[in-house]
């Protein structure tokens, strides 16, 4: 190991050893000879050092005025540009996604810091009538202070900055707890804020486990926002911790998306979307079709074009510009596919393409499963309810658009959906029906841009979105201004009549 690995915690602007003195590994998921980092494992001590440094950066940063706090962004997004590449290629060694995948989840974050960046000569508030004479009243924007956030490995750029960008803008100050199998991508973050000019303290890294610092991130009494990402199982326990003290909490948690294909739909097109849906980014996004629904007078056709696309596609090292699945984050993720998988069969679903471990050679020496379909799968079985994140998709049919409508809607998750069709009338009326934070017509269940709201009704998250201008609304709290220049009493309500 050598010594250049060793990454710190950046914290108050500097970068620090955790004073636990130990540290943890992150090896490529694609081969676990490859070394990419050493990380320290931090304690509540570290945590809690950082968030005093964000609370006393805040006393200064929320007074810059916003175009500035934006000029800075600015800056930020140009360099990140410029490190694209560098950027991507580390991810796929840390994450495994493949390199077009990476450069896109980097150009996500770029999207998001010019966006917001953008937001400091915008950040609106309303002017509106006072009902009363010589009276002014106005709405503005005012920051929480310090947020917590913890992000996941899926999108190790992506998600951070569009927790990150949103929050600064609006004048927080932050600290992150990004994944431990993907701390590298939010470590160059810092360090890009850091040379950009971005004083010291308003953004702040603390590497290691959820377990060991989660109590810290969410209760310490500056923290006023928490944004979490990630399980259902864990989102709940942030939302517990962080109603005791009214913090907030903003929360991105499981899907089940499903992608409906009428008998209408332009097949070729469809298999395009289910393939890039289920089989992207390993399906491990949060958005990944796990549920496919099919007509039942099109889906013998449309399985077996499906399984024959899937059973072909190129399994390996993300690295490699020709591969097109890379593997599973880790051990225990493999662990969790190959038993869902098991689950499957045993459930009585047939299996139709895939279903193992890849073995031999290279990829021995990382977490790669094959592309895997399932069909003949039922509304009762596990591997239709939950979340399996990895690449497995369910195969279903049904007889009418009612129907697939009423399956679509059967799940405790509401991310993302998405209709093959070639009728207005049936996409209009599933666009309002299926009760879903985001909807896709003709189009496959991922692919949401940053500047539309992203998150999902019912247990995928807790009425927030995230991305867009929803995502000031996390950040900052309204405040109404009114201002009386008649110089007398005015009662609101009394004197109006
Ligand atoms: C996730 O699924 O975890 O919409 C995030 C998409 C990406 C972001 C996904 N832009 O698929």
Same mark, same amino acid.
């Given at each position: 190991?050598?010594?250049?690995?060793?990454?710190?915690?950046?914290?108050?602007?500097?970068?620090?050893?955790?004073?636990?003195?130990?540290?943890?590994?992150?090896?490529?998921?694609?081969?676990?000879?490859? !070394?990419?980092?050493?990380?320290?494992?931090?304690?509540?001590?570290?945590?809690?050092?950082? =968030?005093?440094?964000?609370?006393?950066?805040?006393?200064?940063?929320? +007074?810059?005025?916003?175009?500035?706090?934006?000029?800075?962004?600015?800056?930020?997004?140009?360099?990140?540009?410029?490190?694209?590449?560098?950027?991507?290629?580390?991810?796929?060694?840390?994450?495994?996604?493949?390199?077009?995948?990476?450069?896109?989840?980097?150009?996500?974050?770029?999207?998001?810091?010019?966006?917001?960046?953008?937001?400091?000569?915008?950040?609106?508030?309303?002017?509106?009538?006072?009902?009363?004479?010589?009276?002014?009243?106005?709405?503005?924007?005012?920051?929480?202070?310090?947020?917590?956030?913890?992000?996941?490995?899926?999108?190790?750029?992506?998600?951070?900055?569009?927790?990150?960008?949103?929050? !600064?803008?609006?004048?927080?100050?932050?600290?992150i707890k990004p994944a431990t199998d993907t701390p590298a991508s939010v470590a160059y973050l810092m360090k890009?804020?850091?040379?950009?000019?971005?004083?010291?303290? $308003?953004?702040?890294?603390?590497?290691?486990?959820?377990?060991?610092?989660?109590?810290?991130?969410?209760?310490?009494?500056? $923290?006023?926002?928490?944004?979490?990402?990630?399980?259902?199982?864990?989102?709940?326990?942030?939302?517990?911790?962080?109603?005791?003290?009214?913090?907030?909490?903003?929360?991105?948690? /499981?899907?089940?998306?499903?992608?409906?294909?009428?008998?209408?739909?332009? !097949?070729?097109?469809? $298999?395009?979307?289910?393939?890039?849906?289920?089989? /992207?980014?390993?399906?491990?996004?949060?958005t990944a079709t796990s549920r496919l629904i099919v007509h039942k007078d099109v889906a013998d056709k449309m399985?077996?074009?499906?399984?024959?696309?899937?059973?072909?596609?190129?399994?390996?090292?993300?690295?490699?510009?020709?591969?097109?699945? /890379?593997?599973?984050?880790?051990? /225990?993720?493999?662990?969790?596919?190959?038993?869902?998988?098991?689950?499957?069969?045993?459930?009585?679903?047939? +299996?139709?393409?895939?279903?193992?471990?890849?073995?031999?050679?290279?990829?021995?020496?990382?977490?790669?499963?094959?592309?895997?379909?399932?069909?003949?799968?039922?509304?009762?079985?596990?591997?239709?309810? @939950?979340? =399996?994140?990895?690449?497995?998709?369910?195969?279903?049919?049904?007889?009418?658009?009612?129907?697939?409508?009423?399956?679509?809607?059967?799940?405790?998750?509401?991310?993302?959906?998405?209709?093959?069709?070639?009728?207005?009338?049936?996409?209009?009326?599933?666009?309002?029906?299926?009760?879903?934070?985001?909807?896709?017509?003709?189009?496959?269940? =991922?692919?949401?841009?940053?500047?539309?709201?992203?998150?999902?009704?019912?247990?995928?998250?807790?009425?927030?979105? @995230?991305?867009?201008?929803?995502?000031?609304?996390?950040?900052? @709290?309204?405040?109404?201004?009114?201002?009386?220049?008649?110089?007398?009493?005015?009662?609101?309500? =009394?004197?109006?009549?």
């Amino acid at each position: 190991m050598s010594d250049n690995k060793v990454q710190k915690n950046f914290i108050n602007g500097k970068w620090i050893e955790s004073k636990s003195g130990q540290t943890f590994e992150n090896r490529n998921p694609a081969d676990t000879d490859d !070394l990419v980092g050493v990380f320290q494992k931090s304690t509540a001590d570290d945590v809690n050092m950082a =968030i005093e440094a964000a609370a006393q950066a805040y006393k200064k940063w929320r +007074l810059v005025p916003a175009p500035k706090r934006g000029e800075l962004l600015f800056k930020v997004a140009d360099r990140l540009v410029q490190e694209k590449e560098a950027i991507s290629q580390q991810m796929t060694r840390e994450m495994g996604k493949v390199i077009k995948e990476t450069r896109g989840d980097t150009q996500e974050a770029i999207d998001m810091t010019y966006y917001m960046a953008g937001e400091g000569r915008r950040l609106f508030g309303m002017t509106t009538p006072s009902e009363m004479a010589n009276k002014f009243n106005m709405t503005i924007r005012q920051p929480l202070g310090v947020c917590s956030f913890i992000t996941p490995w899926n999108f190790p750029i992506a998600i951070p900055s569009w927790k990150m960008m949103p929050a !600064l803008i609006c004048g927080n100050c932050i600290v992150i707890k990004p994944a431990t199998d993907t701390p590298a991508s939010v470590a160059y973050l810092m360090k890009v804020c850091e040379e950009e000019g971005v004083p010291p303290g $308003v953004v702040n890294m603390v590497t290691g486990s959820g377990g060991a610092l989660g109590d810290s991130l969410i209760n310490h009494p500056a $923290v006023k926002v928490v944004s979490f990402t990630g399980s259902t199982e864990v989102g709940r326990k942030v939302s517990e911790a962080c109603s005791t003290n009214f913090k907030h909490s903003c929360l991105e948690m /499981g899907g089940k998306n499903v992608q409906i294909v009428m008998d209408d739909a332009d !097949l070729d097109l469809a $298999v395009d979307g289910a393939l890039w849906g289920a089989f /992207g980014t390993t399906g491990q996004r949060c958005t990944a079709t796990s549920r496919l629904i099919v007509h039942k007078d099109v889906a013998d056709k449309m399985t077996s074009m499906l399984v024959d696309r899937a059973a072909k596609l190129k399994v390996g090292s993300g690295l490699d510009e020709t591969v097109e699945m /890379g593997p599973c984050i880790n051990q /225990g993720q493999l662990e969790t596919v190959l038993s869902y998988i098991e689950i499957g069969k045993k459930e009585g679903a047939s +299996l139709t393409t895939g279903g193992e471990r890849l073995t031999g050679g290279d990829y021995d020496k990382g977490f790669f499963v094959k592309p895997t379909v399932f069909t003949g799968v039922t509304q009762k079985m596990r591997i239709w309810k @939950e979340e =399996i994140f990895g690449p497995v998709l369910s195969i279903a049919t049904f007889d009418s658009f009612e129907q697939a409508v009423e399956m679509a809607n059967d799940t405790v998750y509401g991310l993302s959906a998405s209709i093959y069709t070639r009728d207005v009338n049936k996409a209009y009326t599933a666009m309002r029906d299926v009760y879903t934070g985001i909807f896709y017509v003709n189009a496959p269940t =991922i692919g949401a841009e940053t500047h539309l709201p992203f998150g999902g009704t019912k247990e995928t998250g807790n009425g927030h979105r @995230e991305a867009a201008t929803a995502a000031l609304d996390v950040f900052s @709290e309204w405040k109404s201004i009114y201002v009386d220049f008649s110089g007398t009493l005015q009662r609101a309500q =009394i004197d109006n009549a």
